[in-house]
């Protein structure tokens, strides 16, 4: 596969985080990658949402603007919406998605992806309002207990 | 009781097998293997459920019969022992309080099984209408384990593991029994639209659970080679809807009447004095205005509750619960809407967030009754 290497994987509680990622609060990652920049959903929301049944994504060529929906998916239990980390101009869609949105909850930080992207010259300032790894980790410790 | 909610007999394999949620007070598995596994086994072969979080009272007494007849809709005369039925109550607006499961096991003993969400609601209720008659009512649902076993291979599975002769027991009969060595009473209901039974082993409390596991243990034993799955509260919801089957809260409450619900084999009018049976009568004479209805989704889109419903861009009613059919792979729902655009097979549109997505109203249930559900032909 050219995903990209996930490097590691933390467990917190039963879900897991990839290192070197960045998290958005609405629970999509970032990955950087070769000046693009990787889309994916994360463990704990694919988790909590369970069997995604339909996923309805944009197009190449399509925007997309930091803190703005992008597209749904949609599990057996709920609807989810797609906001976006970051801005930019998406390069690739996971078109296997659409006949296997499966691959969302087996892979989610591999297979799983949903969305390459063309960023913006705004991406080191947007990629900083957003979660690092360790910020994500924490995040996630604090959802766990929560509930 | 632990803070998350009440731990059924089963709750150690739950937590080592699924995943648990909260609801109604306990803490229930939502599923194990994934919700749409767990449906189709109970569509093609068969499917175990724990549903001991449901309410259950035992009602005794020689007025038990009249008085039941007074609180319920449906005809409680015509229960002949070991037979059970459908039935609501309602408030004196004709608002249903309750759906349930009422069984006669015996000429003066009834045994009712209505929704957990409801079971402290239920309990006052018929304690306080129950002032002028002869009854005993007991809540016995924290002493009785209740299990569902549903799917076309039920029947067989069960026949593995108790004494009784199934084939003997017809679609709401009930029967008493020897599951692994244990005293059982079970009724053939469900809440998927399948064959199956409902198995309920009395005098065993969540504190002393050793029964009820042997008998979990051996009815998933005895299904093996059915490919029996373990099944949580998603697929139950995925299963009743599919079977157009009401879900209290959502399809109906104390704000809807039976006839807008379009169960109304359930009221039997003719009968005497009950509660609500004044206001469902004026409502049958002037026709009810909103009414459920089954919508099948025909473009990509899942319908969710409190969405609305369109007709030439007019809004003609909301969709009470919805989700994914795992049968026939698109969004089901089930609405209420405006009575004079409830025909079978029109086009509506349901608003998903900013789209409008086009469902057709068809009968309940959502499958072919000939291929699936227990009246599908062998």
């Not at chain 2, 449901?54 to 037979?83: I, S």
């Not at chain 2, 057709?360 to 559900?373: H, N, V």
């Amino acid at each position: 596969m050219s995903i990209g290497t996930v490097k590691d994987l933390v467990k917190v509680d039963d879900y897991e985080v990839a290192e070197g990622l960045f998290y958005h609060k609405e629970h999509l990652w970032v990955r950087k990658d070769d000046g693009k920049v990787r889309i994916g959903m994360t463990d704990f929301a694919l988790k909590k949402l369970r069997e995604i049944v339909w996923v309805e994504l944009p197009s190449a060529g399509d925007d997309i603007t930091q803190n703005q929906s992008f597209g749904t998916l949609e599990s057996v239990k709920a609807t989810q919406d797609l906001v976006a980390p970051i801005s930019g101009t998406i390069g690739k869609v996971n078109d296997k998605l659409t006949s296997k949105p499966r691959l969302l909850n087996e892979d989610p930080y591999g297979e799983g992806w949903i969305i390459v992207v063309e960023p913006t010259t705004k991406i080191d300032v947007e990629l900083k309002e957003i979660m690092n790894f360790e910020a994500a980790v924490k995040w996630h410790k604090e959802l766990t207990e929560g509930g | 009781m632990d803070e998350q909610g009440k731990k059924t007999h089963l709750y150690r394999f739950h937590a080592q097998n699924g995943k648990i949620v909260p609801f109604a007070g306990f803490q229930m598995p939502v599923s194990y293997k994934g919700i749409i596994p767990e449906h189709m086994a109970v569509r093609t072969g068969v499917g175990l459920f724990d549903v001991t979080h449901m309410g259950r009272v035992v009602v005794t007494g020689t007025n038990a019969e009249a008085f039941l007849n007074y609180v319920t809709t449906n005809d409680v005369a015509r229960l002949v022992p070991l037979t059970a039925h459908y039935s609501v109550m309602c408030n004196e607006e004709g608002g249903i309080k309750d759906d349930f499961v009422l069984s006669r096991q015996k000429e003066d003993r009834f045994f009712m099984v209505y929704n957990a969400a409801n079971r402290l609601k239920n309990f006052q209720w018929l304690t306080k209408q129950a002032a002028n008659y002869s009854v005993n009512i007991t809540d016995v649902s924290d002493d009785v384990a209740m299990f569902a076993v549903q799917g076309p291979k039920a029947e067989e599975t069960l026949q593995k593991v108790v004494t009784k002769d199934l084939s003997e027991i017809a679609r709401f009969k009930c029967s008493w029994t020897k599951l692994s060595g244990f005293d059982a009473f079970m009724s053939r209901t469900g809440y998927t639209g399948e064959d199956g039974f409902e198995v309920f082993i009395h005098n065993t409390p969540i504190s002393n659970p050793r029964n009820a596991i042997v008998a979990w243990n051996t009815i998933l034993e005895a299904g093996k080679e059915f490919n029996i799955e373990p099944c949580g509260l998603g697929a139950r919801d995925t299963l009743r809807l599919e079977a157009g089957m009401c879900l209290y809260g959502n399809d109906i409450d104390e704000n809807v009447t039976p006839l807008e619900a379009r169960i109304s084999f359930v009221v039997k009018l003719k009968k005497e004095d009950f509660i609500g049976k004044e206001a469902l009568i004026k409502q049958k004479t002037h026709g009810v205005e909103k009414k459920r209805v089954g919508l099948k989704v025909l473009e990509s889109g899942i319908p969710r509750f409190k969405h609305e419903v369109f007709k030439d861009r007019m809004k003609i009613g909301y969709i009470t619960s919805g989700t994914f059919s795992p049968l026939l792979k698109r969004g089901i729902a089930m609405a209420y809407i405006q009575s004079k655009y409830a025909v079978i097979d029109e086009i509506v549109h349901v608003k998903i967030r900013s789209k409008q997505i086009k469902a057709q109203l068809i009968k309940f249930p959502f499958y072919d009754p000939g291929q699936y559900g227990h009246t599908r032909k062998k």
